[in-house]
């Protein structure tokens, strides 16, 4: 039997004295992923308790939206532009560095693309 891992998982991480919302993707992403994803994000957000958070998405193994997902990745963007202070996005392919510049246009805060993790995590404490 094959499976076919997607997901993402949303948590709080802390380094050193700093928190952050963690995210990571896995897979290709649904739009039934999505509906059970937006919740779990704003109560993440919710439990930052600044105006606006720092946040780590490790897309090392994303593979991408279904049509339907892309739009609902689109839209919960838009409605969490707001509450960024940082994106890092930590990746090893071309495309997502090209997404983060994307995402970056729908954001009040700074997005940036990592290929090392310890660097997006530099960079999010500074």
């Known amino acids: 039997m094959t499976y076919h891992r ?15 919302v963690y995210i990571k993707a896995t897979g290709t992403l649904t739009h039934q992923d999505y509906e059970i994803i937006t919740p779990l994000l704003d109560a993440a957000i919710a439990k930052v308790n600044t105006p606006q958070v720092n946040v780590l998405v490790d897309i090392t193994q994303f593979e991408g939206w279904e049509l339907r997902a ?13 509450d960024f202070n940082k994106v890092a996005l930590y990746g090893e392919r071309e495309w ?10 729908f954001t009040t805060g700074d997005v940036r693309y990592f290929e090392d993790y310890d660097a997006a995590v530099r960079w999010l404490q500074n």
């Not at 997607?6 to 952050?20: A, N």
């Not at 892309?70 to 707001?82: P, V």
């Open 6 to 20: 997607h997901s993402l998982s949303i948590g709080l991480e802390r380094v050193d004295h700093e928190f952050f």
């Open 96 to 105: 997502q560095a090209l997404m983060a510049k994307v995402t970056d246009w």
């Open 70 to 82: 892309a739009w609902d990745d689109f839209k919960l963007g838009l409605s969490h532009g707001s």
